[in-house]
């Protein structure tokens, strides 16, 4: 008899641990289904990849010789479910058990752990190769510690994939060239895109389909121009290497207005969906420093993206779920504003990210973390409204990667599990590391008054209305020191205008 081999949306990757010892007899089972397009209101470009990227990839599975049983999203018989694909496939074909890779969501993997007794059928769960550490190792690496301090599982992972390695020390004789990427980018020079491609007629048919099937679902479906195949996003990592990797150190940090690039690679989203794989890219930029085609600390800070913040973050999800998706730890329960949606403010370095998200289903990750995510940690807004969001918008955003990302980096939600204080600043960071503010209707040295910087006004309200929270918080002494400077009319000053603001 057969094995059911399910491939998920996220898994198109001939690596992938389900396809091992896959024999030709074996079925390989594929479904664009409702509940998994719709349970948050996905992105329009971000179901349009998904899908894209899927039937592709059943494409080179049939090309290889597989079989195949792909049920497209338009299919009069489709379920709108997995698990309801899985039983209608059950009564056409004799099949012995159902084999599938480990799933990147707590939600979905508990769905498939019942399917032995749903389905009446063994159900084996493998694990994910694809990623460099498994989570029996980083178990054993948060048992001997109190605080999960993310610079010093990256340099185990280091040790362990040798990149960056002279024996047992880091190249340059330091594992970290963070403050070497902080510099300032105040007008575009000569920018280059990531690599674009041509939607061919499997993406056009898929777009076809989008437009007509998700019309009130955030985001501009067209232009349409991501890598939707394995060979197109080694391209684009290509691309990257020759065009943008040596300027991606300096200004990983850089914001500027209408640019949600700037030197980002793009490549989170083939990664994170099976295209590309995490390690054989880092050794692709690794080879690009050892022939001196990019400096030391462009290759470090893109290798510890990959290796050390990304497995980091895995790590975190699955170790701490499902209880850490109902953490609150500032206790915020403010709506999401409107504005999230629309770009509808007159905070110029919002609304552009805001825009930016809408039309590229993308910005890079501190104008997430530093824009987006500053003002919801400092205007207090719900969390799971606020990560829901996160995991609606971003074409790489899938559950394991942005609920800590989001709850813990951006929101402190967590408590300090991910983040050892809160990230939040006021204005002034934002002036200095974007061009943002040079025109905004807000002055960003200012902390009252009626065009105070709804930034700079927050960040002290949140200082003073979460004092006995955060004070005892060694890396918060600074802030705290200043804040103990302001007079109480100051402070009062500050509260009433921050009250005014968030309740209009």
Request: proline share 4%.
């Amino acid at each position: 008899m057969s094995d059911l081999r399910l491939v998920l949306g996220d898994q198109c990757s001939f690596s992938l641990s389900s396809l091992k010892d896959i024999k030709s007899k074996d079925i390989i089972l594929m479904a664009e289904v409702t509940e998994e397009a719709t349970y948050v209101k996905h992105h329009k470009k971000k179901i349009a990849f998904i899908f894209s990227a899927m039937r592709h990839f059943a494409k080179d599975l049939e090309n290889n010789g597989y079989r195949i049983k792909y049920v497209k999203f338009d299919d009069p018989d489709n379920s709108g479910s997995l698990q309801e694909e899985v039983k209608r496939l059950l009564k056409t074909e004799p099949l012995q058990r159902i084999i599938v890779t480990e799933p990147g969501e707590y939600r979905l993997l508990q769905l498939i752990k019942g399917w032995d007794k749903t389905m009446k059928l063994p159900v084996t769960i493998l694990p994910d190769t694809r990623f460099i550490a498994d989570h029996d190792e980083f178990k054993a690496w948060v048992a001997d510690r109190k605080i999960l301090t993310m610079e010093y599982w990256y340099r185990q992972m280091r040790r362990k994939t040798n990149l960056l390695m002279e024996a047992d020390k880091p190249i340059g004789g330091q594992w970290n060239f963070d403050k070497q990427n902080r510099k300032t980018l105040k007008q575009k020079s000569e920018l280059k895109k990531p690599l674009q491609f041509e939607p061919d007629q499997i993406t056009s048919d898929v777009l076809t389909l989008v437009a007509a099937n998700f019309p009130d679902h955030f985001g501009d479906l067209e232009p349409f121009w991501f890598a939707v195949t394995a060979t197109q996003a080694s391209q684009a990592l290509d691309y990257f290497i020759k065009y943008q990797l040596s300027s991606f150190g300096d200004y990983q940090d850089a914001m500027l207005s209408n640019e949600p690039f700037v030197y980002h690679s793009m490549l989170s989203l083939y990664i994170n969906n099976g295209l590309l794989d995490p390690l054989q890219a880092c050794k692709k930029v690794e080879q690009a420093y050892l022939d001196g085609l990019a400096p030391l600390n462009a290759v470090e800070g893109f290798i510890r993206q990959i290796i050390g913040w990304r497995e980091y973050i895995r790590g975190i999800y699955w170790y701490h779920m499902p209880e850490y998706a109902q953490l609150n730890a500032m206790n915020t329960s403010r709506p999401l504003p409107a504005f999230y949606w629309d770009g509808d403010t007159k905070m110029k370095c919002v609304a552009d990210v805001v825009n930016m998200t809408r039309k590229e289903a993308y910005s890079h990750h501190i104008q997430r973390l530093m824009i987006t995510g500053n003002y919801a940690n400092l205007a207090g807004l719900n969390v799971k409204e606020v990560c829901e969001w996160y995991l609606a918008v971003y074409v790489d955003a899938y559950e394991w990667v942005e609920l800590p990302n989001t709850l813990g980096m951006a929101l402190y939600g967590d408590g300090g599990i991910v983040g050892t204080k809160p990230y939040i600043s006021s204005g002034s960071y934002i002036n200095r590391m974007s061009n943002y503010c040079k025109d905004c209707e807000f002055d960003y040295r200012k902390r009252v008054g009626e065009d105070a910087c709804p930034f700079t006004n927050l960040y002290w309200d949140y200082l003073i209305r979460n004092e006995p929270l955060l004070k005892n918080n060694q890396r918060m002494a600074m802030a705290y020191r200043n804040l103990s400077r302001f007079t109480q009319e100051e402070k009062k000053q500050i509260t009433t205008q921050a009250k005014n603001y968030l309740a209009n």
